[in-house]
T-cell receptor, first 111, second 112 residues
Framework: DTAVSQTPKYLVTQMGNDKSIKCEQN?????MYWYKQDSKKFLKIMFS???????INETVPNRFSPKSPDKAHLNLHINSLELGDSAVYFC??????????FGPGTRLLVL | KQEVTQIPAALSVPEGENLVLNCSFT??????LQWFRQDPGKGLTSLLL?????REQTSGRLNASLDKSSGRSTLYIAASQPGDSATYLC???????????FGTGTSLTVIP
């Protein structure tokens, strides 16, 4: 059984498009995260939700908007995609302040 | 702002050797520190989590230590195996709980 799942795994799109990445966890965790891993493999946190409430909102363009419809889901919507948005996006979940469990990643390529 | 650095950036060892990976952080006000491994093209797998009040954690051949006051953690891998080849990342959570910072990673290759 997949613990943290993301869809799609790969996303190739044109500049200017709007796209969404979905994340679901079946671990019963109350906290979910979005990370971006750039071409140099550096991981940076973007957002975190605890019990559907936004608790971390790093300095990312407001073209990125997270949405948490319930504690098991945290989706990431990106408007007006730019070349620099190409990266691998990871979703993770945890009990609050505890060990994080990561999804397999979504590889986004903006052309 | 917290900065997390890992040295070396890359390490290559023969199978069976014991090795140490280093992680240093600039702000000692941390809640916990977590070690992960990342295989190529894959997500991260949690290895060990050390709370700020703890000095070390062990899991199988892995032992992680934490010296909060000096801003350092080490991951000790005993009797390395080719299957240990991966990138190892450390990450610190700020003591407010609401910030999480990853290190730069160490790419480990264990040669059969």
């Amino acid at each position: 059984d997949t613990a943290v799942s993301q869809t799609p795994k790969y996303l190739v799109t044109q500049m200017g498009n709007d796209k969404s990445i979905k994340c679901e966890q079946n671990l019963g965790h109350d906290t979910m995260y979005w990370y971006k891993q750039d071409s140099k493999k550096f991981l940076k946190i973007m957002f975190s939700y605890n019990n559907k409430e936004l608790i971390i909102n790093e300095t990312v363009p407001n073209r990125f908007s997270p949405k948490s419809p319930d504690k098991a889901h945290l989706n990431l919507h990106i408007n007006s995609l730019e070349l620099g948005d190409s990266a691998v996006y990871f979703c993770a979940s945890s009990k609050y302040l505890a060990t994080q469990y990561f999804g397999p990643g979504t590889r986004l390529l903006v052309l | 702002k917290q900065e997390v650095t890992q040295i070396p950036a890359a390490l290559s060892v023969p199978e069976g050797e014991n090795l140490v990976l280093n992680c240093s952080f600039t702000d000692s006000a941390i809640y916990n520190l977590q070690w992960f491994r990342q295989d190529p093209g894959k997500g991260l797998t949690s290895l060990l989590l050390i709370q700020s009040s703890q000095r070390e954690q062990t899991s199988g051949r892995l032992n992680a230590s934490l010296d909060k006051s000096s801003g350092r953690s080490t991951l000790y891998i005993a009797a390395s195996q080719p299957g240990d080849s991966a990138t190892y990342l450390c990450a610190v959570r700020a003591d407010t709980g609401n910030q999480f910072y990853f290190g730069t990673g160490t790419s480990l290759t264990v040669i059969p």
